[in-house]
């Protein structure tokens, strides 16, 4: 059973990681004149994800660990509307909001799977 948890947090964070990078990929190519709008907003909303999971994984007690995994859920919504704002203003290609969108599902349906099981 342990190890069957490891596992799966080992393919949460590394698709968390994987997310976070891609975002920052996307955001590269964002105009200059939204460096410190959208592209720091949805950088640091997409690195709040793992960021608060790591931190909720490392905490002693369930009520606590939940409690930052809502928070990087909350961060994961976040940047999916960003991601779609951004999309709309043609910040980004179709390609790459499509890829981005499908992996931040991936993780919110794992994410919410934890969540959820916690009581």
């Given at each position: ?39 720091s ?22 009520a606590?660990y ?34 981005a ?19």
């Open positions: 059973m342990i190890k069957k948890q490891n596992n799966y947090h080992k393919e949460l964070k590394n698709l968390m990681d994987e997310y976070v990078h891609l975002v920052y990929k996307i955001t590269k190519d964002f105009p200059r004149e939204e460096l410190f709008g959208s592209t907003q949805l950088r640091r909303a997409a690195l709040s994800v793992i960021l608060n999971y790591i931190e909720g994984f490392a905490r002693i007690g369930e606590t939940k409690n930052f995994l809502k928070i990087s859920y909350g961060s994961l919504k976040e940047s999916e509307y960003l991601l779609n704002f951004s999309f709309k203003e043609k910040f980004m290609s179709e390609k790459n909001y499509l890829r969108s499908e992996m931040a599902d991936r993780v919110g349906a794992m994410l919410w799977g934890i969540i959820s099981r916690i009581r």
